[in-house]
């Protein structure tokens, strides 16, 4: 990576100086400068090159003196690191500057080796800030992401258990329902052999509720219901599944329920509309054990995956207006020496080779603020990597597809 160094002085030669003293730096691309003429253009240059690692400013210069650019600096960009030059006799004013945070000083005539080790010890210094930066944040990320997670399961479980029993009693019920409707259907047709000749009350009254009618779409009427509360259950079986909080151990699972689970969760968005067809899910389910592992974060990375394909399908559709059927594929296997194999690929818009460098960090995304987070993937490896000691690998193929490979041990501690 290139580091930038924004140079001001109002002394031109200044400028050739550097260029000609660090030409093979700069040439190599590992040094890049950009040169002001006082505070005022600094201020200006500055604005258009967010990327500037250090600054290095002359004291005494018209328009905005050293001093004054060291306090606006703080103001805009406190991480910024700025090292003052200024001559000798100047002692009062270098104080000064050191006193407002100016990282380190140089004093006129520049001695050019001093000041290529002064460059070099700053930047060093703010390559260490921004890694420490970047750690912090990865930490955050996957702080705030565990915590929103737990909470989500927590919920989802909660969820599901509260319409578990009302669902119980339509199902307990339904079924009550059907019989004793059966019977009074029966007695009426009783009635009907015996009596086919009603006074003219009854006889006004059938016609009025079209009896026959009736008699014939009550019963498909509760069958249709059953179906309902059935689809409920597996919902709710679903969710609870999904969001199994019995993850403090490890346990033994079945892979395969999990991706239904999510599927299921899914289903809305898999489900044609009006802009696009349906989206085809092919299996392609080996013979799998059971898994040991986490079910909950291991069904969150399913839950990733999917609705990243899913994502990408419907960019496909909405960019490329294509013939191709926008399909989901699943594999499973078992490889040898006891791991399993998990594919999951999608023909959408696949990804350029820069995405496919990035997409595993924390809050990469390509996707609207509103949409994407770019935390997904980034807690999927973490997952797969840190909690099950497997992988998670990804081959993609712009404008055809993508496949993401999840690999992890049957066992997680091999017994001897
Ligand atoms: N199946 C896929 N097809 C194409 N691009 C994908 C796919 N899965 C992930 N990506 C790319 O990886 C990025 C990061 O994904 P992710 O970490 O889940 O964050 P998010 O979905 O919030 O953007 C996405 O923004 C997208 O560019
Ligand atoms: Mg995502």
């Not at 009006?274 to 899910?281: D, F, H, K, L």
């Not at 990733?304 to 499973?332: F, G, H, Q, V, Y």
């Not at 999840?406 to 017994?415: L, W």
């Amino acid at each position: 990576m290139t580091a930038k160094i924004l140079v001001v002085d109002d002394e031109l030669p200044i400028e050739r100086l550097i260029c000609q003293q660090f030409r093979k730096k700069i040439r190599a691309k590992e040094l890049e400068f950009v040169f002001a003429h006082n505070g005022v253009e600094a201020l200006d240059k500055l604005q258009n090159n967010p990327q500037i690692d250090m600054v290095l400013t002359d004291i005494n210069m018209p328009e905005m003196d050293g001093l004054t650019l060291l306090e606006k600096l703080k103001e805009i960009e406190p991480s910024l690191k700025t090292v003052v030059v200024s001559a000798y006799s100047d002692m009062a004013n270098i104080r000064k500057a050191m006193n407002h945070d100016a990282f380190d000083f140089l004093t006129k005539p520049i001695d050019f080796q001093d000041l290529e080790v002064t460059i070099n010890r700053t930047l060093g210094y703010v390559q260490e800030l921004k890694e420490t930066q970047r750690q912090f944040q990865q930490v955050q990320t996957r702080l705030i992401q565990k915590e929103k997670m737990s909470a989500l399961g927590q919920l989802v479980a909660g969820v599901a258990h509260e319409i578990n029993n009302p669902v119980g009693f339509i199902a307990g019920n339904l079924t009550h329902a059907q019989s004793y409707i059966n019977d009074i259907l029966n007695l009426l047709h009783l009635y009907q052999q015996h009596y086919p000749n009603p006074v003219s009350d009854i006889q006004e009254e059938i016609e009025q509720i079209d009896l026959d009618y009736l008699v014939e779409d009550l019963p498909q009427l509760i069958s249709s219901m059953k179906v309902g509360v059935e689809r409920i259950n597996q919902i709710s079986v679903s969710l609870r599944n999904f969001s199994r909080s019995d993850t403090s151990s490890k346990v033994l699972a079945n892979i395969h329920e999990g991706i239904e689970s999510t599927l299921l969760i899914l289903r809305h968005r898999l489900k044609a509309s009006a802009a696009r067809p349906a989206i085809e899910v092919v299996k392609d389910y080996g013979d799998l054990p059971q898994v040991e592992c986490y079910p909950g974060p291991l069904n969150q990375v399913f839950m990733n995956i999917l609705a990243n394909a899913i994502d990408a399908l419907e960019e496909a559709m909405l960019k490329e207006k294509t013939e191709r059927s926008p399909t989901i594929k699943i594999c499973t296997e078992v490889l040898e020496g006891d791991f399993v194999e998990i594919r999951i690929a999608d023909n959408g818009v696949g990804m350029t080779e820069d995405v496919q460098k990035q997409l595993f960090e924390p809050m990469f995304t390509t996707k609207a603020t509103n949409k994407g987070t770019g935390l997904g993937l980034s807690i999927s490896r973490q997952i797969m990597v840190e909690k099950h000691k497997g992988q998670l690998t990804c081959s993609s193929k712009l404008g055809w597809g993508t496949e993401f490979i999840i690999k992890m041990p049957i066992r997680q501690i091999k017994k001897v």
